[in-house]
């Protein structure tokens, strides 16, 4: 009797390709925040009409947009230029985004740039297959008059060409925000929202946890999600992974989160070796509870030993405020519940950063302890 040997057919593993583009100088800079705090595994492209803006970029892969039309100034806070500066350079979208399993667009909604060309670069994406994914601020209060109306128009037309809209109301920053936070800070701590909203769903694909997110129940809950919401919360101590639970759901920055109309959730908890299962067992639990049986979460679990005796959970909520792009306020100083948003946290990295980047952090630390704590500090 003659024995062959197994053939073993070898493990094929395509990693999924995810692509960020940041279009405009809000986007811009976002892109700029993720290369330099090291954001892996996935690819950066940034994209402008501002010629002398788009040198300064950090990512590998720049798009002039629109040289014909802007002859590298700018789109002069004019969303219809750039959405036609965009539509010239559609070709050079396209091979960018081409052979994307995920693509992240990210702007600041009210100038011309970002706010007239992120609507046809997400169709651009959507076309191509790509689940397409946009987390996008809108102004602060102060900036009065046209830049609010760019941006609810900008919203309305970009809604449409995407699977998941995650936008982050600015003025709910300085609702919690530090007094003394300066103008510039507020600015680029507005630039570094889009940078951890699509930081804290990308780490959760890239990176191989205790518990691996699957890319595939990812890439299903986020197509056609509709509106989003992406928070973060902490907890130390006993029961520190249902504490960053109920952070996550109950962030001044949110108001509330209405789990139970979610259409799913993932959760991706981070913490040391003395983050425990019965602990994750029970805020899962907790969060099933509080969203109902019907709701589908996706939980993850990833190892970081710079969160001893702390936990870290990343939730991102889908299936909510689907309308509120047609809501948005004619006033963003209003506060709007149905809003989608975002929260800001400091990453759990430690990083050597000059003096501007420490208080930069100061200031996202300050928006992580709740309002009357601060107001004992200060």
Do not use: W
């Amino acid at each position: 009797m003659s024995t062959n040997p197994v053939e073993r057919t070898p493990l094929v593993a395509r990693q999924p390709v995810l692509k960020v583009i940041g279009l405009g100088g809000g986007g811009s800079n976002a892109i700029n925040r993720m290369i330099e705090l090291g954001l892996t595994g996935v690819d950066f492209i940034a994209a402008n009409t501002d010629a002398q803006a788009l040198s300064r970029s950090l990512a590998p892969r720049k798009i002039q947009l629109g040289p014909s039309l802007t002859r590298g100034l700018g789109a002069g806070g004019n969303p219809e230029i750039g959405a036609a500066a965009a539509e010239e350079s559609v070709r050079e979208l396209k091979e960018a985004m081409t052979g994307a399993d995920m693509v992240f667009l990210t702007a600041g909604m009210g100038g011309g740039t970002g706010t007239g060309s992120i609507s046809v670069a997400a169709r651009v994406a959507r076309s191509l297959g790509a689940v397409t994914i946009a987390v996008v601020t809108t102004p602060f209060g102060f900036e009065v008059g046209r830049r609010q109306t760019n941006a609810r128009n900008g919203l309305n037309m970009l809604r449409p060409h995407t699977d998941t809209l995650i936008t982050v109301p600015n003025d709910r920053l300085l609702q919690v925000a530090p007094r003394d936070l300066t103008l510039e800070l507020a600015f680029r701590l507005a630039d570094d929202i889009l940078r951890q909203g699509i930081q804290g769903i990308t780490e959760l694909i890239t990176q191989t946890g205790v518990i691996n997110v699957d890319f595939s129940h990812i890439q299903n809950l986020m197509r056609n999600g509709g509106g989003a919401i992406l928070s973060i919360g902490y907890g130390q101590g006993e029961n520190k992974a249902l504490k960053a639970v109920h952070q996550a759901l109950h962030h001044p920055i949110l108001d509330s989160i209405p789990v139970e109309n979610a259409s799913g959730i993932i959760a991706n908890f981070s913490g040391a070796n003395d983050l425990s299962f019965i602990e994750v067992s029970e805020a899962l639990c907790h969060l099933q509870e509080m969203a109902g049986a019907a709701i589908e979460i996706i939980p993850g679990v990833m190892s970081d030993e710079n969160l001893h005796d702390r936990c870290q959970v990343i939730l991102v909520i889908t299936g909510l405020g689907a309308t509120a792009v047609e809501n948005v306020p004619a006033q963003v100083t209003q506060r709007a519940a149905a809003s989608p948003a975002a929260s800001v946290f400091p990453s759990s990295r430690p990083a050597k950063t000059p003096v501007p980047e420490m208080q930069l952090a100061a200031a996202q630390s300050d928006l992580d302890i709740p309002a009357f704590m601060r107001r004992r500090m200060h």
